[in-house]
């Protein structure tokens, strides 16, 4: 088995039988709202048509489910999207209508859009009713002003720091990590040495076979660094979770789904509630995207996560509010 | 008695519009002044500083409008001043007393820099 890391794409390590012309296929159809499964590493399509189909096998209900949105950006009200309230309302019907309901939510920061408290509230609201518990780490746009300070007092009660803090679900193992604090000019997200040595720290007692699900605001591996799409010392933090099996990174701020895989590490980003944004190198900066009014929806959407107990990786699927 | 009168009276137009004259010129001269030491924009749109890179006399205000579609902060690399966050068409202006050059980035999209030189 070769162990050859090529950027974007795969490699066989976990016998998954990954295939690049799979990858890139489901990726394209992740933009045109179809769902991309992968169920222990093979890659399977439905359309959204037959979601349905999916809550049926046992595969696809796994034994955790939760579900990850991100940068829902309450208090945006520009052409690009003039309605987030009711975009974000569309995901929550879209997770309430998952036919293998999830145990809680994975929110991945900008929850609002100016750090205001009303922004916060609504979205606290809107959430509401899912019934689910939120987990959540903050965006550059929730750390405005008060150096997150409100952002904590909300969301991270237990946390450290800037807000860092693990947990564990049906023995899986969640680290919510910051990468959107202190960021220096001309910079990429950073985490800093504080939160990294809390992180080896945090990994350091446990089995290389207990999964782990990191999720922090900015990616974790370099998008696009021109945008700031990256985080500038995220290879030490992966360093820290290279003994694990099976490690699911799970990164919002770019506003469309995007996929890497590499050795046992799976990077994810998921699309936003609110507005989406161009293709890296697609526009001359990485603001908020106008498509057809009609269309908005089919470029929003929640991601859907899945692990079966023995399988090494878990099944990721992003659906759109279409 | 007329002509004493007549002299000052004659006089006084011609000292006054000697005056005039004088303080308009000064009156120019301070106003270029005041037009180098009054506000200079810069323009944030797209993700940038428009322009990056600015020239000034020291004295000068410098005011930035944001005409983004997305909040963005002004902030100086040493600390020398920071906006609080701007959303669309909201300014921040900043006086440059002293000559140096001043860096400065958006601390929420930090790959945005800019660059104040003061004369």
Known sequence: ??????????HDHNQ???????????????????????????????????????????????????????DSHMGFNKPANPDVTGTLKAAVDK?????????????TGDISHLSKPEEFDAVDQILKATGKEVFFVPGEHDVLNDDGAQFRERYGKGAKGAGWYSFEKKGVHFIGLVNVMNLKAGGLGTLGHEQLEWLEDDVKHLKSSTPIVV??????????????????????????????????????????????VE?????????????PQPQPGKA??????????????????????????????????????? | MRRRVWIPV????????????????????ASTAQAQASSVEVKIDNFSFGPATLTVAAGTTVTWTNRDDIPHTVVSDDKVFKSKVLDTDEKFSYTFTKPGTYGYFC???PKMTGKVVVQ
């Not at chain 1, 799409?229 to 699911?248: H, I, M, P, R």
Request: glycine share 10%; net charge neutral; hydrophobic share 45%.
């Open chain 1, 1 to 10: 088995m070769t162990n050859k890391v090529k950027d974007e794409i795969l």
């Open chain 1, 263 to 275: 050795g046992n590490v799976t990077f994810h980003t998921a699309a936003s509630t609110a507005f």
């Open chain 2, 10 to 29: 004659l006089a006084a137009p011609v000292i006054a519009a000697a005056v005039l004259l004088a303080s308009g010129a000064l009156g120019l001269a």
């Open chain 1, 95 to 107: 997770i309430n209508g998952l036919s293998a309901a999830p145990e809680f939510l994975l929110h």
């Open chain 1, 215 to 260: 999720f922090a605001h900015i990616p974790l591996w370099t998008v696009y660094p021109d945008w700031g799409w990256g985080t500038e010392d995220s290879a030490q933090a992966l360093a820290y979770l290279k003994k694990f099996g099976s490690v699911t990174v799970l990164n919002g701020h770019i506003h469309q789904t995007m996929q890497k």
């Open chain 1, 284 to 322: 001359d900066s990485p603001g908020p995207m106008k498509v057809p009014a009609e269309q908005l929806r089919s470029v929003l959407g929640i991601t859907d996560v899945n692990y079966v107990r023995g399988q090494h990786a878990l099944a990721v699927v992003d659906s759109s509010l279409a």
């Open chain 1, 16 to 70: 998954d039988g990954i295939d690049r012309r799979g990858f890139l296929k489901c990726m394209a159809w992740a933009g045109t709202g179809a769902l991309c499964v992968m169920q222990g590493g093979v890659l399977k399509s439905y359309s959204l048509s037959r979601l349905s189909d999916l809550g049926g096998s046992a595969a696809a209900a796994g034994e955790l489910s939760f579900v990850q949105i991100s």
């Open chain 2, 107 to 109: 601390s929420i999209h």
